[in-house]
């Protein structure tokens, strides 16, 4: 993916594609031999299948092409600001918004990647819940929860406390349910606050 003046532009690497071309000039040589039969039916057999695989990769290519695509346009707070501004996303949103079916998104989306300004991304990792806000909204999406919460840690000048991390969410609009609270920090994969005022303590004797 790469931004040009009218946003952001879509591609498949050609390098990572298989080049195929059915060779119809071989195809008519071997036709126009003497031939049986059921010998012209296998060759005619044989071009069908071909020209269907070639078919088939272009129309993959496209599906591709369209589904990264419209995670791109819903995910774009992420690629212009970062993991903050991500927000949740489901495979069956973006199946409803281009037509296709749900586990047809999740196929293209499985063991592919992204490359971006940003780095180098696993298509599935746009994917996930989101946050409810206090009010029931969507509220953000959990991987941008994280990163706020990450920050807020690595800037802490004292351990805060669980309840004082949600608090410090809230203030940047980072809204939770009031059950978030007590274990956001241990949601977000950090230590908790006791784990952390521990470690303190033994790099402050070491």
């Known amino acids: ?76 707070g992420f690629f212009d600001h970062g993991v903050a501004a991500m927000k949740p996303l489901t ?23 992204l490359l971006c300004d940003r780095g180098f991304y696993e298509l599935k990792y746009f994917f996930g819940s989101g946050v409810a806000s206090a009010e029931g909204e969507g509220g953000a999406a959990a991987e941008a929860v994280k990163a706020a919460i990450r920050s807020i840690i690595d800037g802490e000048a004292e351990v805060l406390s669980d309840d004082a991390i949600a608090g410090l969410l809230k203030q940047r609009q980072v809204r939770l349910r009031p059950a978030h609270g007590g274990q956001v920090s241990r949601g977000a994969g950090d230590r908790s606050s006791v784990q952390r005022r521990r470690q303190r303590k033994i790099a402050g004797a070491a």
């Open 1 to 76: 993916m790469r931004r040009t003046r009218s946003g952001y532009l879509v591609e498949l690497n050609g390098a990572t594609l298989p080049r195929l071309l059915v060779n119809r000039r071989y195809y008519q040589e071997l036709k126009s031999s003497k031939q049986d039969k059921a010998s012209r039916a296998w060759l005619s057999e044989c071009l069908a299948s071909a020209s269907w695989l070639v078919k088939a990769l272009d129309q993959r290519a496209r599906t591709i092409v369209k589904v990264v695509g419209e995670i791109v346009k819903r995910q774009g």
């Open 91 to 113: 495979l069956r949103e973006v199946a409803d918004a281009i037509g296709m079916h749900e586990s047809t998104v999740s196929r293209v989306t499985s063991n592919k990647y």
